[in-house]
């Protein structure tokens, strides 16, 4: 079993930004991927951005393209997602996941996921 734990939520004013954190602990980490995704009050869990953990290459949603940043630090089994110009629409709760096989932008492809952090932007 793998768990996931992210950090670095909070409240934020438009443009501004936040660094998020996903420790990963457990059996050995042995994760194909892995992603952050976000869901807003109302709306369907959204994908973010995806890395492929031993590579390192990335991938991200049209709307966080060029804003945000995914990276990974294998020593630490930590994923980051940098997040910078934030918009309000940005506002949600950011989740992040692992999957052992796939490398995607879709949630059914992830295995493990994190309690969430919520993240808000003000206009």
């Known amino acids: 079993q793998v768990q996931l734990v992210e950090s670095g939520g909070g409240l934020v004013q438009a443009g501004g930004s936040l660094r998020l954190s996903c420790a990963a602990s457990g059996r050995t980490f042995s994760s194909h991927a892995m992603g952050w995704f976000r869901q807003a009050p109302g709306k369907e869990r959204e994908f973010v951005a995806a890395?492929?953990?031993?590579?390192?290459?990335?991938f991200y949603a049209e709307s966080v393209k060029g804003r945000f940043t995914i990276s990974r630090d294998i020593a630490k089994n930590t994923v980051y997602l940098q997040m910078n110009s934030l918009k309000p629409e940005d506002t949600a709760v950011y989740y992040c996941?692992?999957?052992?096989?796939?490398?995607?932008?879709?949630?059914?492809?992830?295995?493990?996921w994190g309690q969430g952090t919520q993240v808000t932007v003000s206009s």
């Open positions: 890395i492929r953990w031993r590579v390192g290459s990335t």
């Open positions: 996941a692992a999957s052992e096989q796939f490398y995607s932008g879709y949630r059914e492809r992830y295995d493990y």
